[in-house]
């Protein structure tokens, strides 16, 4: 059987030495909460996207994923748990897709543009940082708005979510998804404000850098620059209303057991074993379907927790480590191994 171009890739990168990491073959019994899953539920998610797996064994794999009678016998008898690690400490944090308000019309209420990507946007270089594009007009007067928002807060968790629902003053409704970046690299303002002291580690979430950025609006204007990255994106709007949206698999991904991976080390539609300790412990079997800028490292992940407040409320709070555990074609699995140094 051959080899996907994700383990060849890796395999390589270990013999280069381009990547420094560590890779074990685990049994079943070391998953923590195994039995206890609702194996099922995530062979259904895996059914959504594993089409789209078009090398080594994952065609054959999800062929035979098809009317199976009992869902944990399936993935123990074609694949292999596998943990990849380095030297950074295991971080799970957690995202959703923002519900906001919003208007096709620019207006003094929505007066903050949500813009879709510029077709001169260089592909081989970064392009303007986040404070070039917000303050020198270089996206004004083209025609490139899809909506506007009502603050720059909103405009900024939006574009690290990198998905959203948007409720139009004028009535209905519109989801956008990600279109394309800059070309710069994420930096968390997070980090930054417990660098500057303004908190410390545990204090930070979502909600703090928000009332933050909110109450301090020039102070909070410049933290936002911090973060060069900036992300444009598309209408989405043909998904029904009851899917979730669109992850980087162009497919849409489920609450509770979709999780966005680094696809250096996690091949984006695998299963992944997920081991999440801290204040809402989870084990449970999940789909990486997504990937986002801040998630790099081969025990980083996101987990996706839904759509509207109360899911941001909970992904905000999520910062928490344990481990993360890839579910490979039995081929792939050993070959990593085998050729790890």
């Not at 399936?74 to 519900?99: A, K």
């Not at 966005?260 to 412990?281: C, N, Q, T």
């Not at 801040?294 to 025990?299: H, L, R």
Request: with cysteine.
């Amino acid at each position: 059987m051959a080899l996907s171009r994700f383990a060849s890739a890796l395999v390589a990168s270990f013999l280069a030495g381009s990547v420094q990491a560590d890779v074990r073959l685990l049994d079943w019994a070391d998953l923590e909460g195994w039995q206890r899953d609702d194996h099922a539920a995530a062979l259904s998610v895996f059914q959504g996207t594993c089409r789209d797996l078009k090398e080594g064994d994952w065609p054959t794999l999800c062929a035979l994923s098809e009317n199976v009678p009992d869902a944990r016998a399936y993935f123990e008898r074609f694949f292999r748990p596998v943990i990849i690690t380095d030297n950074e400490p295991p971080l799970f944090t957690g995202y959703y897709e923002p519900e906001l308000l919003g208007s096709r019309s620019k207006s003094e209420e929505f007066y903050v543009p949500l813009y879709r990507l510029p077709d001169d946007v260089p592909t081989d270089r970064p392009w303007l940082t986040r404070q070039e594009l917000e303050t020198s007009g270089a996206l004004e007067n083209r025609g490139l708005e899809l909506v506007w928002l009502q603050n720059p807060v909103d405009k900024f968790f939006l574009q690290i979510q990198g998905s959203g629902r948007i409720r139009l003053d004028e009535g209905g409704s519109l989801r956008v998804g990600y279109g394309g970046k800059n070309g710069h690299p994420y930096r968390s303002v997070g980090k930054e404000l417990i660098r500057r002291g303004v908190f410390e580690e545990h204090q930070v979430s979502a909600q703090v850098i928000r009332n933050w950025v909110e109450k301090n609006p020039e102070d909070g204007a410049e933290l936002l620059y911090h973060n060069p990255s900036y992300v444009f994106f598309r209408e989405v709007s043909q998904l029904p209303a009851e899917n979730g949206p669109l992850g980087a698999m162009n497919r849409s991904i489920t609450e509770g057991r979709s999780v966005a991976v680094d696809p250096e080390f996690v091949p984006l539609g695998a299963p992944v074993w997920l081991e999440k300790d801290g204040a809402m412990p989870l084990r449970r079997l999940m789909i990486a379907q997504d990937t986002g800028a801040a998630i790099n490292g081969p025990q980083r992940a996101d987990i996706f927790y839904g759509t509207g407040d109360e899911a941001g409320k909970i992904a905000g709070r999520v910062r928490d480590g344990g481990r993360l555990i890839v579910l490979l074609p039995i081929e792939d699995a050993l070959a990593l191994v085998d050729q790890n140094p």
